[in-house]
């Protein structure tokens, strides 16, 4: 794929056939809420700017968030092997986290996907494509700017869930 950083390849393309429940497609139920409205907004990694700038169905917005990089804009339509990362593990994210000096990876449902059924119900997804997710992270986890990334959001989701947790959400 034109322009895409090698640090993107591997999880790009782990992340290619695997779908969240296997080989039922999850928009069925929801009618593909996840590709629809307000949620066709996706944070971009680090070198995947690189990948959309002047893609034909995509806008690159720089924002104020996403700790320096941009959010991406879609048309609600794609071509597979042409989605972000953020719709590749849709609706999970691999919080890392330090233990022993070490990196450790802990998939959990992203608390803001919180229109996705799968993720609201917390529903046992495909463990076929729960392993690619934590595969992906650690191909991700070796370019030390995603990883400096992903450290990030990993602590804004752990503020999040402990703040949910509190609320007794
Ligand atoms: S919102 Fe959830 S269930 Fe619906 S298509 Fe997206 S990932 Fe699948
Ligand atoms: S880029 Fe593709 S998979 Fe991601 S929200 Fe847009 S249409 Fe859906």
Redesign the pocket.
């Known amino acids: 794929m034109k322009n895409l950083h090698p640090a993107l390849k591997d999880a790009y393309e782990r992340l290619y056939h695997k779908t969240p429940l296997g080989f039922y497609n999850c928009g069925r139920i929801c009618d593909g809420l996840?590709?629809r409205g307000d949620?066709?907004g996706?944070w971009l990694y680090p070198h995947e700017k690189e990948f959309f700038d002047g893609k034909e169905g995509f806008d690159v917005c720089e924002t104020e968030g996403n700790y320096g990089y941009p959010m991406?804009i879609?048309?609600?339509?794609?071509n597979r092997e042409e989605?972000?990362l953020a719709?590749r593990i849709f609706p999970l994210f691999p919080i890392v986290y330090e233990d022993n000096g070490k990196n450790k990876i802990k998939i959990i449902y992203d608390p803001r996907a919180g229109m996705c059924p799968l993720a609201r119900e917390n529903r046992l997804l495909d463990p076929k494509f729960v392993k690619e997710v934590r595969m992906a992270a650690r191909s991700l986890m070796r370019d030390p700017e995603i990883l400096e990334y992903m450290k990030a959001v990993s602590e804004e989701l752990t503020d999040i869930l402990e703040l949910k947790h509190l609320l007794g959400e």
């Open positions: 996840c590709c949620s066709k996706m991406l879609c048309s609600g339509e794609c989605r972000p719709c």
